[in-house]
């Protein structure tokens, strides 16, 4: 039997008019959470779904809907979604694809008439990125945001709860938009790669296995600052080598002994900082992840092992400071069994892989079985304007969300 | 012969009155070029050489002189001094303890009553430390102050201009500071090491052979900012991975094939600078010292290659910015002779080495034979309120500086 297929026209036409919405060029993308492009793209989902003959909603952490409701009124509901809003300057398919491709889906099941035993939700989630608190639509919505983090989001408290308002959104109210647990059947989420892995091996379709942890850390190096003329090199306590030694070690450690795992160090500052003056200070931004809660103990115990012996080498003071922890968010076995057989009725090809990046995803995880659905992301590009996926993966990702849906909605 | 020695108990009482003006405690000896607390111990100096009976001169540049003039009036000078301004925050031996020298030896020779050949000037020199110029005054003496250099001051034209008028200068008249090269039969200057050398090998007294020259280059490495969570660790073009195998590798080669020589990192910024972001930009400011010309240019180019390498078996772009070349200054052969039989007949340890650092006596080589007594410095540390030198070793030094300027009045 030829499975169902989404309207490519139609999905491009929709794709196009999305990508122009806060599209600055050379600038990329500007619809971060709760701005004026924001809240026009979000216009535009529900007018598109409300064209379709699907009704919408928006709850009261401003998650925007379009609904295709079961026959069965106290049918549960799967959610198939991701976000609208971008990075600054980000790109135009991080977020937005897997909304788009869950609109397409929930127009598609309407329009063939078909009779499902879930009700499915086209959901797009508020501020995944952060631009306030970061996966805040779907922390609001699994009842896991807690009161901490609202007082103290990562952009200010005085900026979201200005951003708040302007959204017509309050902090008191954003309880109301926790959902039942038993009400959620699953959470399906497409999303680009962000990665170069699928572009690589020439795969059409990434079956995510989960959703990887992180153990980030600040490490500070203490030497001395010495006259860099005058301090022969064997008398240094050189804190910028200890900090080179550090780097080189994580990235050897983990390409040896992790092989599926990542390390970072995204930032160095030292001081005092002069060309002339041996550094006194380094600061180091280190985070690893993986996919395994276990792993992860290990990993991160192996990188901060290795960073102690090299400040000891050097004959450095060393001080590591945990910055944050999230536990990897393995995916629902159901789920990836059925988007792996979309992906094989569409003849795609397709491959299990981890998720290095946070998604709405490992939220929804908390109450309900997820999966993710990834497309190829030309060059790994992603938070930039060139940010890239070609039209027929965007429409080979749709095809598979809508192929997994329709049978989740008969087997979750 | 017995030699003529300092006089120890008023150099030590002249020693701690000095070390207490702009002395701040934690906060360092704040005596910046040309501001009250550098103005109170010119004065000083000044009152100090006049109770003594002898002569004081301030020429257009600010410099401040006590001098022993010859019995021949036509007598050419030996010059011996160095600076009492200091960097913010900085030790009260860097700079001071070289003109208190200085001012004892004048003093001495006077009392003495010794006929010499040449005339005796303790010279303070004005803004070594480059708080607006550096190296001003002895610039200004020597005629290689240029009209470039004054447009364009580390400390900004403004600030430079302002303080020239509470001090009493114009920059016009810092010409008239210039003397004529062949009235200047030399200059002798003594510093505190400002590095480890002497006290990790017990030597009393460094003769130093010459002053390091200095090239300094600004390395940008360009690769790509890529998530750090999705991006495999094979795929990065990590450029904070370029910037650590370049501070190791620049190391590693200075180490092992220019024993005599030293390279810094001082600084490293990466960009965007984020935990979860691979670091697409590092920026390095490298410096290396030889006291040799044809050396540097050596070990210049063999920094940049190692730099080069690293950059392209790291995959990243790589541009050297040269940001600026001092000369080696070699010191003159008979002023070192003369300051290692000054040592000896005192029955001080001795031994030859290069200064690291910059000093007026490399400005004054333009001109004259010049030579440097180096003391020993507690723990390396300069620049800083911990820079120390024992009282002994600044004695011993002081009668090495008299034994030599006696010699070289003799023979220069």
Redesign the interface.
């Known amino acids: 039997m030829t499975p169902l297929t989404i309207d490519a026209e139609r999905f491009a036409a929709d794709l196009a008019a999305l990508n122009a919405i806060g599209w600055d060029g050379d600038g990329g993308l500007n619809r971060t959470a709760l701005s004026d492009a924001h809240a026009d793209a979000r216009r535009w989902f529900l007018a598109r779904a409300n064209a379709a003959g699907l009704p919408t909603r928006v709850d009261s952490a401003g998650n925007h809907s379009a609904l295709v409701p079961a026959a069965d009124p106290a049918a549960r509901t799967l959610l198939l979604g991701s976000h609208l809003d971008s990075v600054p300057h980000g790109g135009r398919f991080d977020g937005a694809l897997g909304v788009l491709c869950a609109l397409e889906v929930v127009r598609r099941v309407h329009e063939a008439g078909l009779e499902l035993a879930l009700a499915l939700e086209a959901i797009d989630f508020t501020d995944e990125e952060g631009e306030y608190l970061g996966t805040l639509g779907s922390e609001a919505l699994t009842g896991v945001l807690t009161s901490e983090r609202l007082a103290a989001p990562r952009g200010g408290r005085e900026a979201m709860l200005g951003a708040f308002q302007r959204a017509g959104l309050t902090e008191a109210e954003l309880v109301h938009a926790r959902r039942d647990p038993h009400t959620v059947a699953g959470f399906l989420e497409l999303h680009i790669?962000?990665?170069?892995?699928l572009e690589?091996s020439g795969t059409q379709i990434g079956v995510v296995t989960g959703i990887?942890g992180?153990a980030?850390f600040t490490v500070t190096l203490t030497g001395a600052?010495?006259?860099?003329?005058?301090?022969?090199?064997?008398?240094r306590r050189?804190a910028?080598?200890g900090?080179?030694?550090i780097?080189?070690g994580v990235?050897e450690l983990?390409?040896r002994d992790f092989p599926g795992c990542?390390?970072?160090?995204?930032?160095?500052t030292?001081q005092?900082?002069?060309?002339?003056?041996?550094?006194a200070r380094a600061r180091l931004?280190?985070?690893c992840?993986s996919l395994d809660d276990d792993e992860l103990t290990v990993l991160a115990d192996a990188i901060t092992t290795v960073a102690r012996d090299q400040a000891a080498r050097h004959d450095l003071e060393i001080a590591i400071e945990d910055?944050g922890r999230w536990t990897p968010v393995p995916t629902d076995a159901r789920v990836r069994a059925a988007i792996s057989a979309a992906a094989q009725e569409h003849g795609l090809s397709h491959v299990e892989m981890p998720?290095?990046?946070?998604h709405d995803a490992q939220v929804l995880a908390e109450i309900a079985p997820v999966g993710m659905v990834f497309v190829p992301s030309v060059g790994?590009?992603?938070?930039?304007r060139d940010e890239f996926t070609s039209l027929q993966d965007c429409v080979n990702g749709a095809n598979v969300l809508l192929g997994a849906a329709i049978a989740l909605a008969r087997t979750l």
Chains 1, 2 share one sequence.
């Open positions: 790669e962000q990665g170069p892995a690589r990887r992180n980030s600052a010495r006259h860099a003329g005058t301090t022969p090199m064997d008398a050189d910028g080598v900090a080179a030694a780097i080189l990235r983990v390409m990542v390390a970072n160090v995204g930032d160095v030292l005092p900082g002069a060309f002339n003056v041996v550094p931004a280190l985070e992840r910055v998720s290095g990046a946070g790994g590009i992603s938070h930039h």
